[in-house]
């Protein structure tokens, strides 16, 4: 977008790793991932592993994410952490991933919430929004895109926006989605397109142009720069690639050498 956003590069390792393996992965790309200014690499480990990984971490060199959390600061609701208990840990948190929102049901509600709490408690959060390949199919991705983050920016007010990355993931480019294909450069473009455009009529049009969105599905080392590249695009949340050291660092060094 040719101003001074960062780029973020973020790992999702969603259901992976012990709290040792993740130690031992840290310890692996700490050596490897050389930081950048205007470049923010976060990991998004285990919420068992939050907790040892945030006294191992160098925080200049990564920011910790949680992938999922309970609204409510505090409670009776057996089996839950609250972002609350998170502060001090993470400086970010996923909301709405698609896997959340299709396999554990969570609704508009719950999303809403979940952002308005993270936003409470000084956490980042990064909103995922996306359309399924039948929703695209039948021509509801513009529909898709704005009910998501009506849905999920509702409790947040225009003071507090900029607190907010949003994340395209578009649900049949995700790896481990049935029949999954990559998105072509165009098909993000478009997207992202829409999505500040959306903002721009909830925000305003400085509030479109500067909040970060990120894209993700199916990004590794070969589409990285190809993706960064997209005009309106911020950064990457990675799935797959990002459990391989390899593949994540070489992310990270392409994200490097794209001008933003
Ligand atoms: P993949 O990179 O494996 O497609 O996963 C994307 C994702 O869901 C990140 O949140």
């Not at 012990?18 to 490897?32: D, N, V």
């Not at 060199?61 to 409510?72: M, P, S, T, V």
């Not at 926006?161 to 649900?171: L, Q």
Request: glycine share 8%; with cysteine.
């Amino acid at each position: 977008m040719g101003n001074s956003r960062k780029t973020y590069i973020v790992a999702n390792w969603k259901m992976n790793f012990t709290p040792g393996e993740a130690s031992i992965y840290l310890h692996k790309l700490s050596e490897r991932v050389k930081g950048a200014r205007d470049l923010q690499v976060v990991l998004c480990p285990s919420l068992v592993s939050l907790q040892p990984l945030s006294l191992q971490v160098s925080r200049r060199q990564f920011k910790l994410a949680a992938q999922n959390f309970y609204w409510r600061d505090f409670g009776a609701y057996t089996g839950e952490v609250a972002i609350a208990q998170l502060r001090g840990f993470v400086d970010y948190a996923l909301v709405g991933h698609s896997e959340r929102r299709h396999i554990f049901c969570e609704t508009d509600k719950d999303i809403r919430e979940k952002v308005a709490a993270a936003v409470r408690n000084d956490i980042t959060p990064i909103l995922c929004i996306g359309e399924t390949s039948d929703e695209r199919l039948m021509g509801e991705t513009d529909v898709v895109i704005y009910d998501q983050l009506l849905g999920g920016l509702s409790e947040i007010s225009k003071e507090d926006i900029d607190k907010v990355i949003v994340a395209y993931e578009p649900v049949w480019a995700i790896s481990s989605t049935k029949n999954a294909r990559s998105a072509a450069p165009e098909e993000i473009e478009d997207a992202i397109k829409r999505i500040r455009t959306h903002i721009s009529k909830l925000y305003g049009k400085n509030i479109a142009e500067e909040i970060s969105v990120l894209y993700g599905g199916s990004v590794n080392p070969s589409s990285a720069a190809a993706y960064l590249n997209v005009e309106g695009v911020d950064g990457l949340l990675v799935g797959g690639a990002s459990l391989i050291a390899d593949s994540f660092c070489d992310i990270v060094e392409i994200a490097k050498g794209v001008e933003k």
